[in-house]
């Protein structure tokens, strides 16, 4: 018998490492890991961790927590994918840099920003699919902006072809 916390320490865990699209899917797999649990009781797992629908390429929807843990420093690998998936493009101007996501996804690399320790990152604050970024006077917006491009694996090329 696991604990409610337990479980929900779980949940965060099982929803970091895979795409999860719906509450049955995830009462399976907790079935998978020895922990039994009703759609409610999920359900309700979900809303306590603040657990968000967020859209993803190719149109599906799946669970995330935002700052699932947010003393802990996102791995690059982590940042990386992150960027990868959901950065479509990163504009600057002074100090300020913009990214811009899929609509409902920037809490989600805002907060994978947050983690990742990156040197010049002041801070970042997230709306439904902009990210506003400040970068330190030391680092600069446009030395921030190709640092975030990079790690989105946006060339200028890219970022022409998305735009149009």
Known sequence: ?????????????????????????????????????TQATVSRDLEDLG???????????????????????????????????WVADVQHSGPMVVVRTPPGCAH???????????SGL????????TIFCIASEEVGGADMANRLRDLAGITMDTKARKVS
């Open 1 to 37: 018998m696991s604990t409610k916390a337990q479980r929900q320490q779980l949940i965060v865990t099982l929803i970091s490492q895979q795409a999860v699209t719906n509450q049955p899917a995830l009462v399976e797999l907790l079935l998978s890991h020895g922990i039994s649990a």
């Open 51 to 85: 657990a968000v629908k967020v859209r993803v390429p190719g149109g599906d929807t799946v669970y995330a927590i935002p700052e699932f843990a947010p003393a802990r420093l996102a791995p690059q690998e982590q940042l990386r994918r992150v960027m990868g998936e």
């Open 108 to 118: 989600v690399v805002a907060s994978a920003l947050d983690r990742s320790g990156m």
């Open 122 to 129: 002041i801070g970042t604050v997230a709306g439904d699919d």
